[in-house]
Structures are given as structure tokens and as C-alpha cells.
């Protein structure tokens, strides 16, 4: 249940703009990366204080501070004041039960998104909250943990190839938010595949298992949903808007990212029709197994009730001697064969019936 | 039924404006707080007669008046008179059955919204209503019963930290509604943990009760959402609006309550989209279960039908003396030991056949 | 089905404004009732000839003509041509299967809603069609049958209480909607009664009459949906509509009603989700039944059907005397005890099976 | 399926505007009736050859030119011709399988709409397209076979009764409209009629062919809803279009045709609501059903079995004989007595435990 | 699964823009034709080197470059680069994953639709990407594969017949998707063929084997939803947009795609309301299946069990020398027959009251 709510009734009752981290707390220390370039230059290295920040706050060249863990408290407190930034924001940066969203602030737009994981050990998918600050030159991102999908930009940058080192903080806002998004893919596809799979399996063999599979991929899709739907209207609210911070030429970059988005929902929607789908197939599956148990009994009852009857008749001590009309079949001279002419017939009877009722 | 509906039908055909008391009537009597402070100077008392608080009307600094207990309507007549509330506000304030809206009187605003509490006696959820009326330096604040969620405020405004005592009265209607919201989460969080519990009660052993508490949690959130559904368009009504009593740095910390508001209907409908498949599983394990009871039924049936017949054959009286034909086999040396041998014969078959089947 | 669908279909065929009464006709004859009013004066009296009225229609006075019973055509069509109302109107007014709406006339505005009323007889709810025509200076009102829920209102103009007197005929329109609103309460609360009784019903005894009811209680939501949403648009149409014939301070209570209008279309919502739920739990209470009528079968068969085939072994009439090898258990000393314990034994391990599948 | 989806693969691969009649080909031949008429004057004539309706194109009168039959694709050409019609709305007229929709082009105006029949052969609502252009004075409607639902058009003209005669042929187009609308009520009605008997039916014996009666009429919903639901935005987009084609006064008449065409929508709706529900109530039919054999079965079952069982007991053969402990009972006085005594008993009890189960 | 969700994860970490084919790879060469054409002249060949095309880029005729297939990268690079085609639209047109949609650039419009097709194979849909771009005097389409529905539009250029060759680009690049809607029409019309088959074998014989078709067919209407939905968009913008590219008499064209997409969408929504309704068929007619089973089941025990017990009766041993209280019937005269009529008493009362049950 911890994916679908946040404790976040912890912070009930303090002053808005307090500040709690919601979440897990993650036992590594915080991690803080920072690279500074321009066309031409690049300086990348791991901060300790994170003063050693600041002084590039201001400078023409393009700043990306990436904090990985958000224990230390201060750490944030320290960064917001010195980079301007809403109390507010700082308290949604920690809380990391938000839904995707993104705010204008005149001199710097606030992003969250979510980032998504599957997690090998409870076999389900998880998220981690990814804030991303970004101003005039700098770019500031905040994660939950170490480990995430943005080596491929840092191999960008320092490569230097491509429009990256070219272009300013949008840009790069924009790229981290695509690597995100490219995540997305990867666990749809994995999604996908153990659709595909499940489907299969109900056709071979439908186990009550099979139901709470399905259930949890349900859920799987639900929280999905729940991480993704929201940043159609922030992806689409940041290429509508009218910030002078994203510059007219990363709008088709957006138009682009914006695309992907809607493509991840509408699979994400093709997979719940899907899934209850699924349900409804595993639904009668365990009917049309009931039925077979139903037939296999009614067919040997209807079969051998009969006959057993009329084993029992003959098994009865009427007692001929007393009178004549008391079974005379009892001392005719086929008698015996008779009854199992009679008892085969029945049972022959049976079969052409279930025969033309296609029961087998 | 009584918190699904409200027995409004009390009011009908009563002149629209006229003051009846909707609702639970409570036993305690009325209790009337008075805080006014502004950054400098705080007073805090209990007022029995409510001409007290008339003279705090037009004081520069912010008066918060809060009302515990709708049953004296006299009194809620003479502050409405006092404070140029107009007859239908009055009406709604003591009318609990209304949904979260918001009016924009020029002179003041209007806001009703839903207190959730988890009524511990009855296993489900209950709501208080709570009006706020706030104007140029004065907030009021009606409550059915004593106790509440604002005594976090409470203590904000008397220790002077933070915000609040620096702000007017739109920041402290804030800070009531943003209390109740918080409320929100407590009860949330309460029913997610029920829901997983459940889940996995299900797996293990579904029972007819389950269904009535899967039934029960779904209508804790209807019930919940009827209640804070309408709280979107209140919220976001306020933030949008064009109201002068609404002060520009006020408008992000509405802001931040919207996105907390949309976080709890997102919630809810994923709690709701969760119950619903939990419905699926309970009906399939019904199905499942079902499915064994006939397996044991047909397992048991079809072993021992046959060789009851069989059984049955030889217990008929057939006169061997009159005819050679009639049951020799009664006379064989191995007859007896060969029945047996294709009784058990046929009861390895059937059990062969089983195993072949995967009925176990 | 009546209710459901009007038999429109007599008037398919006939030029528009071709004027035929659609529903059924009352036996009572036509009564006109008139109401005239300041706030100083009251003229009130039963109209026989309707030509009496059409003095009052240029009195600054309010005047209210309530007209109970449409099967007079020739009344109305009079009536029609003297207050210069369209002939499409008079049509709609006749036609009862009217969709509440309203229709602003610059000289008029006209309104249809639904008075909802639960039939004894048939156990069900039905509606009667309100015409409201108001102009300048008049209130013109029909309904299809006398008996009425205006009746409260008659008595706030004579008592001359509240602000009905002192007002013009849009108040006094709004006022009739309002009684009629008011009414869905008494209406909603007798079916969240019945829900009630229901939930409880069915966790005790569910029987397949209870689907009947619950049947019919949901077509009894679906008519009221029907008879009420339309009522939305149609009040917040008057109140945002821009008419002259719509003073300024009616606004508010104008915005008071749709408010009433919400709440009372957020019920009948719940209620649907609530009857839809019931159905769940019908159907899986039934499950439930048949799991036990099956369990039962299944414990006594699986208990008896191998204590019957050691019964019928023994009962085989194998000859002893022509071979020692059949049936000498028969000549055991202990022969008959030992059986009677190996069935004991066999039902024991049966019971203990059930017991530990948890089966009773 | 005919009736779901046309054949309109006929003219994949065709130029747009090519002529291809698709539909059912009528094998009757196409009839043209004209009809000529101002307030004073009317001429009525059946056409043999097309061009006698050209000289009518200019005339100050209204002229009515409707086509049964379009099988001929050289004279609709022709006419299409003559009349400035683009060649893509003669596509669409030829066409049958369009959607209603209107198209505004200055010169005339081109409305496709859906005439609804019940077919009383295959037992299911059939449709037919009927085309409507109305220019400054004329009108041409075109439809698939002969027989209408225009005769009272055609005797309202002649009879120069009502407003036809005095008004324009935008007029004419809203009557010819308002026929078909008002043939929609017909229909609606015959299906409610049969949606009553039907749950009525289902209470008393529902049976398997009431299903696929069931689902008979909810794919006659379905038709009926497809045909029906884009007619609103049509007649709401003539009511509300700038066309100087339709006249002010005419723009009511439309306002009264949207009105009857929400109402046969909200019927519709109504119907699937109500049809949804009655798959409901057949399921859990057939589950009462099954569970009420499952009761008869369980009860002959565990009353019989274990009476059988003693019964088998006593026909043991164990030789008394041989040992005293070998069924003493069988040579007691009373030992038969006893033994019915003993099965009476439990079938006895048997019968008390059904009771206390309420299961019959 | 892979035609729900292409393996875009393979681009996850590249450069926006990067080139990369993601899709199946054909394994056919790629074929280049190129149609040159105006009013007058036509110019029509096979393109080896992707540089001949380069020198009609310019010319005032109109020049169609059809690309069948898409693995050769530089290739699609080069001819990017010639016409100045934007990396992002590259990308596009590359991964075959792409929703319908279009860009407009001014230079050119960018447009994106599936082309549907029937895979004989694995028994059901497949669609392939068709990318076209269309500009001042040219139309580059891209297809993954070779075979499309275009040849009807070459025929229709070299015939020089209709308005293809007197019109633009525009024109041609609505010809395009003309043909490709055209396609969807041939699919729906397969789908539909196969409900209708189905539907009938629904009735006639239920086998487990149709829930597996169903859910094809499902899946099938999904994925045709996925691929035709966001067309509406497509071509409403295409027609409502602003773009000096589209002429103004090629409006009333893309009018006339957009009535057939709708009308495309329809059937679909049909569709899925059928099959849908379907399913509830199938459920309840393997509810009857098991009804059926079950009396026959109940039929025969009932009818023979109580028969039995009475076999059962005087088959036990009870000695009537020792006491003639015991089993004197045995010696009665009409003992036997008696209990034969006593049976067959029975069977018969049982089969009355099947009779009265209705049970056959």
C-alpha cells in the first residue's frame, strides 16, 4: 500500500512550507554531482559542501547540480535560500508523495515527475520522486536514491556531440524529463511481455493463482497511471507556456516529449483493456472446468445408478417358494445373461445420449 | 443512510433563508473561542455572550471567531446580523447536508468544506461540516460538534512562528481549510492499510463476511468522495478568483492546497479502481472453492459408483440350481479374489484418470 | 413503461403547435386558482371563466394564475393568445413528456420541470409536468393534477412573512421551482430508507425477489436521473441567462437552488452506486447458498458412498463352500464387528477431511 | 451486420466525388414527385424526366422535389448538376451508410438524416437515409425506396392549413425533419412496449431464447443510438448556424426539433440502462434456477443415501452362525421393525435440518 | 504484443533526433518511385540513387517520392536533409511506434497514419506506418514495407482523369489518406462479417474455444481504436488549421476524411458494444450448459435412488423363522409385484413433478 499513499499524514498539522522528508529514508549518504559547462568548456565534479555550489549560480556557463538522497534537511534548506526558491517548493521536493506537476515561478520553473522502477524483490513496480529546478543557467535535480537513467546525459555532455552542450538549461531540463519518459518503455515492454505470457497460460492452464497475477499486473497498471496521466498536462502546460526560460527552439523538443507521453497512456490504457480482459476469459475458464467435473460425475452416475438399481431388485429375498408370482426371473434359465443384456443396454442407451448431446 | 443523506426534508416549504438546524443536534453547549492578533499583540478568550465579539468587528487586526455547536440559532442570527451575513448563508451554515462549496459576497467569502473523521463505534466514516466566513480583518469558523483538527493552528498562533501571525485573515482560512485537508490523509491512510489487509485475506481465506466489509470500505469511498470531490472546484475557484479579500501571496499556498486536493481524489479513485478488483477476486474464489467441493463430490462418486455395482451384481439371488447360465462365476475358485482385483482395478483407472485431469 | 416514454407518438404527424394534451387525462374538471399581490394588497380567488383573468395581466400587481389539469384545450389556447405566449409553448405545456428546460421569450420566460411524487399503489415513483410561464407582472402555472406542493407558498403571500410579497414574479417563479426541489428530498430520503432496509435484507436473507426489488428501485433511480438532471442546465441557465425579467437580488437564491439542484443529482449518483454494489452482493450471497447446498450433498455422499460399497461387498453371494478362497471374512468370528469398525474408521477420516478444509 | 456497417468498400480506390450507389438496390423504379407551392398557388405533378423539375430552379414559389429511389445514378447527376450541388454531397447521398450530418455550402444547404423503420420480417429496426438540399426556393429530398413518413407533410400543403404554405422552404426542410424525429417516437415506443413484456417475462420463466432476445434489443439500442445521437450536433448546428438560408422565425421550430431529439436520446440512454440491468436479473434467474435443483438433488440425495446405506448393512451376508457376533440383529424379534424405525428417524431429521436450512 | 508496444526502449539514452529504425526490418531492398506531374506532363521512374529526386525539389510540377521501407538510414538522412526536413521528424518516421498525428512546419506538413492490414497468419490485425510529408510542390510518403493501397491513386495520375492531376501536393497528400481511410473500411467489414458468424455460432453452439475468438476480436477492436482514434484529431486539424500548404478548395476534401474517420470510429464503437455484449452471451450460455447437466444429473438420482433403497430394503437378511415380525412381505403372495408398483409409483411421481418444474 506504501506505493499508492505516502505517510504524509506526518506532516498534518505543521506550518505549510515545513520541512519533513516523506519517504523512505535512504541509508547512503547524500550524493551531490555537479557539472558546469558551455560549448567549449566542461567542469564536472563531486561536491562535499555544498557551498561549493553557489558560486556557479550566477555564472554564463550552464549549471547541473544532481542530489541524489534527501535526508540532510539543512543541505536543502541551505540550497533554496541561496537559489531563491519558494519554501513551498523545498516542502514538495522532501514530500515525495506529488503527483507530477510543474509551477512557474518567474525566475525559475519547478518540475516533478516520477521515475520508474521495477522491483525484483516484491515484483512489482515502484517509482522515486524526481525534482527538477531550472532557471536561467542552472539546473538543479533532486532524487530519492542513487542510481538513475541520466548516465546516457552525462555521457552527452561530456561527448559533447549532439545539440546538448549547445544549448542552454531548457534543453537540459527537457533531456532529463525525455530519459525519464524513455523509462517509461522499458517497463511497459516488460509489462507487455508478461501480458502476453499470462495470456497463454489462461488458454493452457487456468489456475487460481493465475487471478492474483492478473490482479497484481492490475495494480501495476493502476499506479502506472496514476505516475503518468499528470505529466500529459505538464508536458503540454510547459510547451504551452509563455516562460521566458524555455526558448522558442526547445518547443518542438517539448511538442516531441509530449508525444512519447500520450503514447505511454494510451498503451498504458490498451494494457487495462487488456488485463480486464484477461479477467473475464480466467472467469470462465474456471466455469467451463466446473462444467467438465459435472460432466465426468453425471456421466458415471447416470451411467451405473440405473444398473446398480437393478442389481439391487434381484438382490432381493422375495421368497418364491411362498408364492409363485415372488421372481421368477431368479430360476429362468437366462436370467442372468438377461439382466446383463438389459444393465448393457442401459448403459449403451447413456452413452448414444451424451453422444448427441456432444457431452464428450 | 443518515450520513449519505441528511434529513433536508425538515426545511421544505419553509421560506428559502429561514433558519432551521439540519443535522445531528449535539448535547454539548455551544462553545465560543475568540483569538485576535495581529504580528504584535494576541488575545485569546472564551465568550459566553456572543455581543462580545461585536466590538473586534472593525479592529485593524485579525479576528478569528470559532463556533463549536449549530443548536443555537438565535446566536448565529445575531453574529449574521453583525456581520452582514446574508439569510442564505445562514441557512447552508446550519443546514449540514450541503456540498463543499464557496460564495463570493463582496464583503466577505464563503467557504463550506467537509472535517473526515473515522467514527470508531460504527466501523466508518463520518463528516463534520465546517463553515468559514472570512472578511477584510475577521474569519469565522462554525463546527457541529467540539473537536477539531485546528488546534495546530491553535498553537502556531500563539507561538508566533511561521507565517501565520505575519498574514491576514485569507491566510489564516487558508490555514483552517489546509488543516482539514491534512485530516484527509489520516483517513486515507487508515483505509489503504485496511484495504491491503484485506487483500491479502482474501488469498487466504474468503469468506461471505469479506464481501459485506469489501461492500462497507466501498462505501466509505463514496461516501469520501462525494465529500471532497466538490473540494476541487472550490479550491481552485478560490485561488482563479478575482476576490480583493484574497491577497497575491496568498494565492501559491491555495495553489499547493489544489494540488494536495487533487492528490486525495486521486487517491480515492485508485482506492476505488483497487476495491473493484477486489470484488473480481472474491467472487472467483467463491468460484474456486466451489470447483474443489465438486471435485471431492465426483472423485469420491466416481471410484466408488462402479464398484458398488459390481458389488450390487453379485449380491443378486439368480438360482444357479435351476440354470448352469445363472452367476457361475459365484462358484469359481478366485471368483471372490478376482472381484476385487477389478474392483481395485477400476479405482486405479479413475484415479489414473484424475491425475491425468490435474483434479489433484 | 408509461412513465419511461409518453405516448408522443399521437401528436406524429400534426403541424407544430398543433395543440393535443399527451398523458393521462384526469376525471377531476379543470381548476383555476388566482392570486393577485403587493406587498400591501391581496386578491385571491377560484376562477371559473378563465376570461376573469386577463384583466389582471397589465395590473402592476403580481399576478399568479395556477391552472390543475391540461385537458381543457380550448382554456389554454385562450388563455395562450391573451398573455401573447408562442403556440410551440402551449404545445410543450399539453405534451407532458416533456425533458425539463426553460426558453426565454423576451416578454416571457417559460419553464417545464418534473414534481416527483411516490405512487402507493404501484410501488414506484412517478412524476407530473410543471409548466411555469412568468412575465412583467404574472406567474402563470399548470400542472397536470390538482394536489400540489405549492401549498406552503399560498401561505407565506397571505401571511405576508418573509420577502415573498415584497418581491416581483421571478421570486415568486423561483419559489415554485424551489418547493418543487424541495420535494426530491422527501424523496430521496424514503429511497435511502428503502436502501437501507435492503443492505440489511440482504446480508440476512437474500431470495430472488429481493433482485426484483432492487430492480425496481434502480429503474426508480433512472427515472429520477432523468427527471432531474435536465433541471441542472435550467437553473444555471436563469441564473447566468442575462433576462430583464430576472431582478439582480433573485440571483442569489437563484444560485441557492442549483446549488439544491447539485446535491440532490450527487445523491441520486450515490444512490446508483450504492443499488449497482447491492447487486454484487446479491449475486455472490446466492454463490454462497449454492456452495452450501453443495458442501452438504458432497459431505453426506463422500461420507456414506464407501460405507454403502463395503456394504454391498458383504453382500455378494460368492459360495464359500465351493472354494475357501471366496468370501471367508464372512466366517470370521469378529467378521461383522470389524466391518462396523473400518466404516466408522472411514466416515471418522471423512469428517476429519471436511474439518480440516475448514468446511463446516 | 448489413445494417452496421455498408458495404462502402465498393468505392475504396475510387476518385472522391465518383457516383457508386451503395445500399440495398430497390427494384422498384425510381419516382419523382414535384411539388410547387406559395401561399396562394400549388401545382403538384408526378416527373417522368428530370428535366421538367429545372424550370422550378428559379421560381419566386417553393418547390418540393423528393426522390424514391437511387438507384438511377445518371438522373441524380444530372439533377446535381442542374442544381450546383457538389459532386462529394452527391457521393454522400448515393452513399447510404453516412452518419447524419449537415454541411453549409452558401448556395444550399445539405442535411443527411436516418429514417428508422422496424422491419417486421427479420424482427429488428432497419434504417433508411434520407438526403435533404434546401436552397433560396427549393427543397430535393432523396430517399433509398419508396413509402415515407411525408403524407402529412403532402396534406398539410395541400390542405393550406397551419403555417406551411406561408413560409420559406428552410421552413419545409425543419417539417420534413420533424416527421422523422417524430417517427423516432414510434419506434421508441414499440420498443418499450417490448422491454415491459420482457420483464415481466423474466420474473415469471425466464428461458435461454430470452437472451438472445435481450441482446436482440441492445443491438437495436446500439443501432438506434448510432442513427440517432449525431443528429443533435446537426440540428443544434442549424439552429445555431449564421445561414442567411434560415430565416429568424424559422430558428424556433428548430430550437422545439433539438428538444425532441435530446428527449429520444435521453430515451435511448434510458433503454440501455434499463436492458443492462435485465442481463442482470436473467444471470441471477439461471442461478436460482440452478440452485433450486441442486437443492431437489441434495435432498432426495441425503435422505436416501444413508437409509440406503443401512439397508445394505443388513444384507450382508456374515454367517451367524459361524460366530453369535455375527448379526445378532438379523434374528432379533423386532430387529425389522427397528430398522425402519431407525430410518424413519433419519429421514426425519433430515427433513428438520432442510427446514431450519429454509431451503424449502 | 509487439503490435501493441514497439521496442522503442532500443532509442531509450539516445540524443533526440538520433536515427534509428525501430520496427521489423523488412527484408526486401528499399524501393524509390518517383511521379512527376502536372496537368500536362507526367514523369514517372524508379529511383536508384536517392540523389535524382533532389533536382525535382524545386520544379513547379508536383513530385510524389514514394520510399518503400525504411532500414537504410542514410538514405532517409540524405533526403532529410534536401528538403530540409527537421531530425525530430526523421526520428518519426523511423520508429514505427508513432500515434497519428501531424506537425506543422511551414515549409511543410508532417503527417503520421497506420496503414491497417489483415495478417493471414496469425489471424488477425497489423498495421504499418505510413509517414507522409508534403510541402510548396512535393509528397514524400514512407512505408515500412512494399504493397500499399496507393496503386488506385497512380492509376488515377497516369489516367489523368478527375481532379488529381489540375490539383496540388495537398490534394495528393489527401488522396493518400483517403486511400488509407478507405482501407479501414475493407477491415471493419472482415470484423463484422466475423461478429455476425459468431454471433450465430454463440447461439447454436457454445464452446470454450469462442472465448478465445472473442478476445481476439477484442483485442483486434483495441488495437484498431489505438490506430484510428487520434486520426480524428489528425484530419480536424488538418481542416480547421491555417496553413497556407492546404488550398482552400481542398477543404471541403479533408471535410469529407474527417466525416469518414468519424464514421470509421463509429463502427469500431459498435463493435466493441457487441462484443462486449457477446461475452455476457457466452457467460450465460455456459450457464445453461450446466443447468442442463445438472438435471439431467438430479433427474436420474432422484428418479432411481429411492428405487434403489426400496431394492435395498428386501435385500436384507432379517430371518423371519427367528420372528415373524420380521420381513413377512418377503412371503406375501403379490409381494414382488407390489414393490414394483410401489417403484414404479414412484419414478412416475418424480417425473410429474419434473413435468410441473418445467425441467423438460
Excluded at 542510481?147 to 531540463?173: C, Q
Excluded at 522499458?186 to 511481455?193: A, N
Excluded at 518547443?251 to 487495462?272: A, G, M, N, P, S
Excluded at 466455469?287 to 467435473?293: R, T
Amino acid at each position: 500500500m506504501a506505493r499508492f499513499i505516502k505517510k504524509i499524514s506526518q506532516t498534518a498539522g505543521l506550518s505549510p512550507g515545513a520541512l519533513v522528508h516523506v519517504g523512505e529514508r535512504s541509508k547512503q549518504p547524500v550524493k551531490i554531482t555537479l557539472l558546469d559547462y558551455d560549448h567549449n568548456n566542461l567542469t564536472e565534479k563531486e561536491i562535499k559542501d555544498i557551498k561549493e555550489c553557489f558560486s556557479f549560480k550566477d555564472t554564463a556557463t550552464v549549471t547541473w547540480i544532481n542530489i541524489d538522497g534527501l535526508q540532510n534537511l539543512e543541505l536543502i534548506e541551505n540550497l533554496g535560500y541561496h537559489f531563491d526558491v519558494h519554501p513551498l517548493v523545498l516542502e514538495d521536493i522532501l514530500n515525495t508523495g506529488q503527483r507530477p506537476k510543474y509551477d512557474d515561478f518567474e525566475a525559475h520553473i519547478f518540475v516533478v515527475l516520477k521515475m520508474i522502477m521495477f522491483d525484483e524483490q516484491a515484483k512489482e513496480i515502484v517509482s522515486e520522486q524526481v525534482s527538477i529546478i531550472f532557471g536561467k543557467n542552472f539546473v538543479i535535480s533532486f532524487q530519492e536514491t542513487q542510481g538513475d537513467v541520466f548516465d546516457s546525459i552525462r555521457t552527452r555532455i561530456r561527448n559533447n556531440k549532439g545539440r546538448l552542450r549547445k544549448m542552454g538549461p531548457d534543453y537540459l531540463a527537457y533531456a532529463l524529463m525525455d530519459a525519464i519518459v524513455d523509462g517509461y518503455y522499458v517497463i511497459l515492454e516488460k509489462m507487455g511481455d508478461k501480458i502476453e505470457v499470462m495470456e497463454e497460460d489462461l488458454v493452457s492452464n487456468p489456475d487460481p493463482k493465475m487471478l492474483h497475477k492478473i490482479h497484481k499486473l492490475k495494480n501495476d497498471t493502476i499506479y502506472l497511471r496514476k505516475s503518468v496521466w499528470p505529466l500529459r498536462e505538464v508536458v503540454s502546460g510547459l510547451e504551452r507556456g509563455e516562460s521566458a526560460l524555455i526558448k522558442r527552439q526547445t518547443h518542438i523538443f517539448l511538442k516531441d516529449l509530449y508525444d512519447h507521453t500520450i503514447q505511454v497512456i494510451d498503451t498504458i490504457e490498451t494494457f487495462r483493456d487488456m488485463i480486464s480482459g484477461m479477467v473475464d476469459i480466467y472467469m470462465s475458464s474456471l466455469s467451463n472446468k466446473m462444467n467438465e467435473v459435472m460432466k465426468v460425475l453425471t456421466m458415471i452416475a447416470t451411467i451405473f445408478i440405473p444398473m446398480t438399481f437393478i442389481a439391487g431388485i434381484y438382490g432381493m429375498n422375495f421368497n418364491h417358494e411362498a408364492s409363485p408370482w415372488n421372481m421368477p426371473e431368479l430360476g429362468w434359465k437366462y436370467g442372468y445373461l438377461g439382466v446383463w443384456v438389459v444393465m448393457l443396454c442401459i448403459a449403451g442407451g447413456m452413452i448414444m445420449f451424451f453422444k448427441r448431446k456432444k457431452w464428450f
